[in-house]
């Protein structure tokens, strides 16, 4: 029946769409790249072709030791999510833990907010003068040691990201069906080597492809190494540095750098496509695995495990919510609370809070509109120009974010098309990285639709653009606006695009905070993620409205 | 309005492969009309053709004098049923049953009158403002037959519409359906591939195989006269037995026995296929007359005894009796077989043909 769907695709207006939704990608992601490239392997005096950029980069091995620490965070990063992931998701669906539902909240709220807003927590509590440095040097005359640097980025961008792994993989046990583990129990195999040898390889693929997620968004992360690395520079840090230098930077260098982070993910990520496939399995599971009650032992390690694990993660959070409501002198915390920061953040950065509702809010739409069209030309409308579309709607998820930012910027900061410095651009930003999440969710929303309900809607006169607005989008609506939400999270929290982006006229909530943090205004920085917090968790709350309880998924 | 379909020299392809290679038939005004076959015989392809959901890579469609083969699907005013009602979830059983009139740009009353008419045939009107997903699957069949046929269309499909039904509301639905066609007058053309189904609610049947009808007529037509083996064998139940058959005493032997057949068009000796099923075999202990065979099951279903019985040859062939108290063949006895010569069918030995003269 999937292969009937060959309704006359000659002229109509989804070849119209498709055209449009070509051109778009064409300006907005084609052309920006092609011209990145240019950038970077044209020498600008001479106009011809060399490859001195590159040669620069690793002929020094101050460059090249960026990249070498780049790989160390994001395996190191990719190893301990997975490592810590897997077990929490395998405990959540396999025992009945006290104050589950909660707990579960935590995580996803964990994973949502900025991480270089957690590492900027992990510095108020672990770093030199940290709360907890402090209480240990003073108190109890022990010098806990250093969390800048390697460890520092590797410990928050792991509490950060594990939750990606918690959640595709508690997907994925929903498919594993009870009686695989009875009859693996049966046959004399249980406990721990089950878990290894039955578990592990079902969902193998669905590791793959968190791990990939977890993969790009470590390797792409800005924030976190900025501020907790100190001497510890990686990619995306050398990335901005070069393009932004004070001493004029040289956007050719940063071209070419930006091009082999391109070659790197790209290379990733075909090898990850390459190792899932080879190891899927069709699993449809009629008896899902049920929770069961831990007894002795295992309960009190499988409890400890989550509560301590879930504890470290949501702790920079609470922190930082604690902080903000604390009394300020200057840029100093002193004892006793009040709401001064707030009154602060408001009065210094207004424009911050309505920008972050504005410039996500209309790429939301963007978005949206996009998602549904691109979703329906490329499932139900199959041919060589979709498959064009499906592919290069894809192409964002590989690339770091400040890449995309670099590759906007040079594209657009003259005329005939002169953008940067305005909303739109940033708009374009966020449209053309978090589009690749959208579609997939309403590419997955679609497939679930029968496609005679169409054919009945036409059949009994109603024309292609009418069935698809009458039937077709309220019917994918509630997939639509729940990845919508999800988009919105990731938006608000946003910072390596709309770092490289903003002006003062187009400032976001993020941007502020990292500002702010930078010039050691804590206690507006708190207030703000405060702010960003509550906006977090309002979206959320209505995401579980609209999708009945659905799954969350990146 | 109601017309007639006629299809000439119809191929449908995917890419390189054939699934309609030459199709031409003929389908009367208000006539029912049924597409039976195996799955993958191509009998959706061609509905779905004629709806206007497949491409047509080659011959011509009429609705009466009207060539679809390039008109809109929404312009082609037929009504269709689908195997999974494809009721529209978010609208009201009301508004599932008036969204083709609303197409239409119906005055209001008309549309609620028209509503209200087919809701009220259907027997659904008590629940015009259900949501779908409150309704049982025999209670969707309705809406979406009222929705099909609200919009008086030329012409109403159904695709296996049955198929999703449990048993007894299936025989239930069957009769409502074909009650409504009479009673609204409508070309329908209806796929199945249950040949049961086929036969209660069709005027005429095509049976198909591989995008290739290989035979029309009425139920009753190719149940007693199949074209070929294939059909033989696909509608109802029937033994297929070896036999030789001479020209010259008009004679056909099986393992032995023979018996006399003077409506064949055969010119030569050959070796033929008999299609013999299971109700024109006589059986009895009392005569020698007939194939001497052993019975080597019996299966009691109530209304019916099925034997199991075995040639001298040892082919085993099935035989269908009324069930009787104290019956007298038992397992292991040794019975007598005559054939009901005039019920049978006779095949060249390839399969394709059969020998049996038009009476």
Known sequence: MQLEQTIKSKRDVWSLVTIAVLGAYGLFLVYPLLNLLGQAVIDKATGRFSLAYFQRFFGKRYYFNTLLNSFKVTFGVTILTVGLGTPLAYIFTRYKIRGKAFVRILIILSSMSAPFIGAYSWILLLGRSGVITTFFRDSLGINIPSIYGFTGILIVLTLQLYPLIFLYVTGALKNVDNSLLEASDNLGCSGMRRFFIIIVPLILPTLFAGGLLVFMRSLADFGTPMLIGEGFRTFPVTIFEEFISELGGDDGFAAAISIIAIIITTFIFIIQRYLSRRKRFTMSSLNKIRPIEAKGLTRIVIHLYTYLLVGLSIMPQVYIIYTSFKKVNGTVFVPGYSLQSYADAFNKVGRAISNTLIIPGISLVVIVIFAALIAYITVRRRNFFTNIVDTVSMVPYIIPGSVIGITLLIAFNKPPILLSGTMLIMIIGLVLRRLPYTIRSSVAVLQQIPMNIEEAAMSLGSSKTKTFYKITVPMMAAGLIAGGILSWVTMISELSTAILLYVGRTKTLTVEIYTQIIRGNYGIAAALSTILAVLTVISLLIFNRVSKGGEISM | ?359
């Not at chain 2, 080659?58 to 083969?69: A, K, L, S």
């Not at chain 2, 139920?219 to 070929?228: G, K, T």
């Not at chain 2, 063949?329 to 394709?352: H, M, Q, W």
């Open chain 2, 1 to 359: 309005m109601s017309v007639s379909i006629s299809i000439r020299n119809a191929v449908k392809k995917y890419g390189e492969n054939t699934i309609i290679p030459d199709l031409s038939i003929d389908i009367r005004d208000r006539e029912f009309f049924t597409l039976l076959g195996p799955s993958g015989c191509g009998k959706t392809t061609l509905l779905r053709m004629i709806a206007g959901f497949n491409t047509i890579e080659g011959g011509d469609f009429y609705f009466d004098d009207r060539r679809i083969n390039d008109m809109d699907v929404s312009k082609r005013n037929i009504g269709m049923v689908f195997q999974n009602y494809a009721i529209f979830p978010h609208y009201t059983v009301r508004q599932n049953v008036e969204f083709g009139l609303k197409n239409r740009k119906l005055p209001k009353a008309e549309i609620e009158a028209s509503t209200n008419e087919f809701l009220d045939l259907m027997k659904m009107l008590e629940f015009k403002d259900r949501m779908p997903e409150l309704l049982s699957g025999g209670q969707q069949q309705r809406v979406a037959l009222a929705r099909a046929l609200v919009i008086k269309p030329d012409v109403l499909l159904m695709d296996e519409p049955l198929s999703n039904l449990d048993a007894k509301l299936r025989l239930e639905m069957r009769q409502v359906i074909r009650d409504l066609q009479k009673e609204v007058g409508i070309t329908t053309i209806y796929v199945t591939h249950d040949q049961e189904e086929a036969m209660a609610i069709s005027d005429r049947i095509a049976v198909m195989k591989d995008g290739i009808i290989q035979h029309v007529g009425t139920p009753p037509e190719i149940y007693h006269r199949p074209s070929n083996i294939f059909v033989a064998t696909f509608i109802g139940r029937t033994n297929l037995v070896d036999a030789e058959y001479s020209t010259a005493n008009k004679m056909v032997t099986i393992d032995g026995y023979e018996f006399g057949m003077d409506n064949l068009s055969c010119e030569s000796d050959s070796p033929v296929v008999l299609s013999i099923r299971p109700e024109d075999f006589q059986m009895s202990k009392d005569t020698t007359e007939g194939i001497k065979s052993r019975i080597a099951d019996h299966i009691f279903l109530g209304l019916n005894t099925h034997y199991l019985v075995e040639f001298p040859n040892k082919q085993t062939i099935e035989i269908i009796h009324e069930s009787v108290m104290d019956s007298s063949y038992k397992t292991g006895d040794t019975v007598y077989l005559s054939i009901k010569a005039e019920k049978i069918n006779v095949f060249s030995k390839d399969g394709n043909r059969n020998l049996i003269r038009a009476a």
